[in-house]
Structures are given as structure tokens and as C-alpha cells.
């Protein structure tokens, strides 16, 4: 992190067939612009830590190949996902996050999660041009057996009601004794409405990320 922000770099080779994929991005983090950070007591002494940051004006460049997409400030947005934790040792949980612009211009970015800190405070939010409402518990609503069937994410008041339709499922399974997991990453179109505390129902209509995760620990997780 530097006082302009996080800075970014990805080098993958072999990203699309023979295509490698270089970024190399700066993610600002300015003054105004709210983040949420939990930290949640589990059994038996364990503990779980989260950050979450949306709506990060990106600038910057990725390429595959030899084609290059140039990031703005006033175009692109990016997000942080950082924690650490000692986990339990089955660890399932959903996890949805999105950041974008509406039609009126409002810079637009929720996390929402369920399985995972539902116990303690919850990182369920929404952030409206810079400033952060805490939306409660949500439910995840999903076929297991047809992950890349659309998906229902809602809470009993109507604050929050989504769907989404996923496009693409980046899978990674673990198998190291007492680490397992396997972790569904999907890249999909969300559409609905979440509505922040206070205010009108904002549309939310745009792609994002969504992941499934089911995990077993028998050691701490430093992920």
C-alpha cells in the first residue's frame, strides 16, 4: 500500500492457451470512500479477520497477448479482499461482491456473505458514493448440483434482492491432508435492487464476482 493507493501487478502465463496475461494497476483508496472491517471471535479461541474495499478508482493497464485495455480513473473500479483468521475446522461459506456506476452517475459497490461471520457482526454492506450502509444477514439461494444455473441473493425486509447469472466458473480444489477445499470463483451478471438505509431501491445491473467455498482445516489459515 502507498499513500496513493494499492498497486497491483499480475503476470500469468499461459492465461488463454498460449496468451500470457500481464496487469499492472493502481488502486486508489481516497480519503472519502468507507471501507468495512470485521473481525469475528470463533469456538474454541479461533478468530476471523476481514477487509473489504469497493469502488476503487483503477488506473493502469492489462494485456493478453498482444492486446492491451487501458484502465481510468473516471471507467474502472477495483476492489480489496484481505483476511486472515483461525479458522473452524469445516469453514463452508457464499460470497458475492460488485462495483460499478448507475444510469445517474452514483458510484455503486456491495460485499455480501453468508455461512461465514454470520455469528458475530456480519460484512454484509453497500457503498454509495464513498459512504458505507451495513445491510444485515442475506440469504444465497442456488442449485449446488447446477452451480452455473442464476442464483437468488435476498434479505426478509426487501433491502436486498438480486439475481445472478453466471458466465464463467473458475474452479481450485485443495488436497493436502489436513487442508481441503474446493472453491467455485464464478464471474457472472447481477441484476436487482439493493437498498441502503434511508433511501431509495438503487438498480443494480452489471457484472462481478461470486464464490462458493467449502473448506476443512486442521491448521491456521493465512490466506
Known amino acids: 500500500m502507498t499513500p496513493e493507493g494499492k498497486h497491483v501487478t499480475v503476470d500469468w502465463p499461459r492465461f488463454n492457451g498460449p496468451q500470457d496475461l500481464h496487469a499492472d494497476l493502481l488502486l486508489g483508496w481516497p480519503e472519502e470512500l468507507e471501507s468495512l472491517s470485521v473481525v469475528d471471535p470463533l469456538r474454541n479461541g479461533r478468530f476471523a479477520y476481514t477487509t473489504k474495499v469497493t469502488c476503487m478508482p483503477a488506473m493502469g493497464a492489462i494485456r493478453v497477448g498482444q492486446e492491451t485495455w487501458e484502465c481510468g480513473r473516471s471507467e474502472a473500479l477495483g476492489e480489496l479482499d484481505w483476511s486472515r483468521g483461525f479458522l473452524e475446522s469445516v469453514t463452508p461459506w457464499k460470497w458475492a461482491t460488485a462495483s460499478g456506476r448507475t444510469r445517474q452517475g452514483q458510484t455503486v459497490g ?19 458514493d464513498g459512504h458505507l450502509t451495513k445491510l444485515g444477514l442475506v440469504s444465497f439461494t442456488y442449485d449446488q448440483a447446477h452451480i452455473m444455473q442464476p442464483w437468488h441473493i435476498n434479505r426478509p425486509n426487501g433491502r436486498v434482492d438480486l439475481s445472478f447469472v ?9 488436497d ?18 439493493i437498498t441502503p438505509e434511508g433511501s431509495d431501491p438503487i438498480a443494480k445491473i452489471g457484472r462481478a464476482v461470486q464464490q462458493e467455498c467449502r473448506a476443512r482445516y486442521r491448521m491456521p489459515s493465512f490466506g
Open 166 to 174: 453466471p458466465m464463467v466458473d473458475h474452479q481450485s480444489y485443495t
Open 176 to 193: 493436502a491432508g489436513p487442508l481441503q477445499s474446493h472453491i467455485h470463483q464464478l464471474v457472472g451478471r447481477y441484476s436487482g435492487t
Open 110 to 128: 456491495f460485499n455480501l456473505c453468508s455461512g461465514f461471520h454470520d455469528r458475530g457482526d456480519n460484512e454484509n454492506a453497500v457503498v454509495v
